[in-house]
Nanobody, 126 residues
Framework: QLQLVQSGGGLVQPGGALRLSCAAY??????????VGWFREAPGKEREGIACIAGGEGVTEYKDSVKGRFTVSRDNAKKTMYLQIVVMEPEDTAIYYC?????????????????WGQGTQVTVSS
């Protein structure tokens, strides 16, 4: 069974940058085989999908609200997926989750993914 372990959250000043990691354990396939989604849950708001990377060729998709500032990537050798965030804003404060599934393409809908990381807190504040 695929297990995802997240790291990299923390406190960042506005305008700063952060890279979140999502390490995969127990999967029977290389990480670039899986579709991976990134989600966030801000205080008082529902969890929303913000970025994803498709299995195979690795086509990426981003919600308009994060385009240009968020970048998803993966390292097959390290079995780890990443979410790079730059020019951070207080509105980026949230718990961030990675999710993965053995499927074609990728999606922003949470129900699409069977495997989830534990979440990591990101706080943007001066």
């Amino acid at each position: 069974q695929l297990q995802l372990v997240q790291s990299g959250g923390g406190l960042v000043q506005p305008g700063g940058a952060l890279r979140l990691s999502c390490a995969a354990y127990g999967g029977t396939k290389a990480v670039d085989y899986y579709a991976v989604g990134w989600f966030r849950e801000a205080p008082g708001k529902e969890r929303e999908g913000i970025a994803c990377i498709a299995g195979g060729e690795g086509v990426t998709e981003y919600k308009d609200s994060v385009k240009g500032r968020f970048t998803v990537s993966r390292d097959n050798a390290k079995k780890t997926m990443y979410l790079q965030i730059v020019v951070m804003e207080p509105e980026d404060t949230a718990i961030y989750y990675c999710a993965a599934d053995d499927a074609f393409g990728c999606a922003f809908e949470a129900h699409w993914y069977a495997n989830w990381g534990q979440g990591t807190q990101v706080t943007v504040s001066s």
